[in-house]
């Protein structure tokens, strides 16, 4: 006992080092739980007004792109607009009232925190509980989408980004019309995502569009992803290897819409049933 | 006396904002470069520091640096790993003896020359990038990214290390 008391004191730097060391790895291990969120809660508050006070010095040096990027969104909302179209028959009216049906709504939210250089990176935004922001909605950008909400206090939310490595989305290419695989970032270019589990005997072409899938309920139908830069058989299995150029900035972001989507408590319990019944 | 302890901590305090508010906003143009020079804090720390307080003081750098920039552990870790083997590394190569006659609390070029003085402080470095890259990526399958990315980041740490030393030297 005596001798084991002795290594403990000749050894206890190394010791030290050692529990120190352990109890930064824990953390480092804590995000592979993916439903953990002790740390965003601990100090956000206090660094957020940190966060809003850069921000508020950095945003005027991108104003010039800022202002592009939302004169192009909404010259795209304009070509939406009613008034554009011709109605020749009176058989058709349009109703502009269609609230009883209305699926997504979408709550403006400005970005006051972005990383782009980590492998797991997250945005913050300015939007929390009080505004109706929850845990699991999913944001998009002006030009294609964003990520979706993994932590929300009172007025603040932590989005997992679409360049993090536990992002998936559901893709769609609708030239080929093609709905399958996954869309998911490996962590080596902030503009490059690959596109998984599509087959060898699909014809793409680099430049095609790539959209959110209606097969998933996470983002809305149609959403830009990006297009398609270039592909490569994987060598392993009948798969292609596909880099696909995402269309939204991470590193200009600054306004972004969180949707909420009326229907997905619906969709979600329906899905749990069928897990259950199922084989 | 007092006056040294302020502005070692006003070193550490300037190093941990450049990091967060300008090193790590720079677009290098690629993943792979992401240096940290804020460890020069830590590098420069005196040799008589108490080997437990050079622990507690790295660890909290790299406490402060994670929670600022959601990393989650990864400097705290890069941190711990480097002050222990600094200290390692102060014990078991260098002559202490004969530093402290000369006056150096830190490691200089005029101990045994700059390639020495590149060797100790680049292998630091790279111990500290290493460690940091590994729990960054955290899988086998990215190896090749987690070495160039350690090595391409230490080189360039190094530079922005040298440029600090160049405005802060004593010798």
């Not at chain 2, 990214?145 to 190094?158: C, E, T, Y």
Request: glycine fraction near 4%.
């Amino acid at each position: 006992m005596l001798y084991l008391f002795r290594i403990l004191r000749n050894n206890l730097f190394t010791i030290t080092f050692l529990v120190l060391f352990f109890i930064s790895y824990l953390q480092v291990l804590q995000f592979n739980d993916y439903q953990q969120t002790y740390y965003f809660n601990t100090s956000k508050s206090f660094l957020n007004s940190w966060d809003r006070l850069k921000l508020n010095v950095t945003s005027y040096f991108s104003l010039t792109h800022k202002n592009e990027s939302l004169a192009r969104e909404n010259t795209e909302l304009r070509k939406m607009l009613a008034a554009n179209y011709l109605f020749k028959d009176g058989k058709l009216r349009l109703s502009s009232d269609s609230s009883p049906y209305k699926r997504y709504h979408y709550i403006l939210a400005r970005v006051i925190k972005s990383s782009v250089y980590d492998q797991n990176n997250f945005i913050t935004i300015d939007k929390g509980k009080s505004s109706g922001v929850q845990k699991g909605m999913a944001v998009i950008a002006p030009n294609g989408i964003a990520g979706v909400v993994y932590d929300v206090s009172e007025h603040f939310a932590v989005l997992i980004s679409v360049l993090n490595t536990q992002f998936i989305a559901s893709p769609m290419i609708p030239e080929i019309n093609y709905r399958a695989g996954s869309v998911q970032w490996d962590g080596k270019s902030a503009n490059i995502v690959k596109l998984k589990g599509i087959s060898r005997f699909e014809k793409l072409k680099p430049g095609m569009q790539v959209y959110t899938s209606n097969y998933s309920t996470l983002f809305p139908e149609g959403i830009q992803i990006g297009k398609i830069k270039d592909f490569k058989p994987s060598g392993t299995d009948n798969f292609l290897d596909v880099n696909v150029e995402l269309s939204n900035d991470f590193r200009k972001m600054d306004y972004v819409y969180v949707v909420h989507d009326f229907y997905k408590a619906e969709i979600d319990s329906l899905k749990k049933t069928e897990v259950q019944d199922g084989p | 006396m007092a006056l040294d302890y302020i502005k070692r901590f006003l070193l550490f305090i300037v190093l941990v904002l450049i990091q967060f508010f300008i090193i790590q906003e720079l677009n290098f143009g690629t993943h792979l470069i992401r240096p940290m020079p804020y460890i020069w804090a830590i590098l420069v720390l005196p040799f008589q520091t108490n080997r437990y307080a050079l622990l507690i003081i790295t660890f909290a750098t790299g406490m402060l640096l994670d929670i600022f920039s959601d990393t989650r552990g990864m400097n705290a870790a890069a941190c711990s790993l480097l002050a222990y083997s600094k200290y390692l590394a102060d014990t078991r190569l260098l002559e202490l003896d004969v530093l402290e006659r000369d006056g150096y609390d830190y490691l200089s070029p005029n101990y045994k020359g700059w390639l020495y003085y590149f060797y100790y402080t680049g292998t630091l470095t790279l111990i500290h990038h290493l460690c940091f890259f590994v729990l960054n990526y955290y899988r086998w399958s990215a190896l090749v990214s987690i070495l160039s990315s350690a090595v391409f980041s230490a080189a360039v740490s190094l530079m922005l290390m040298m440029l600090i030393r160049f405005f802060t030297r004593k010798y």
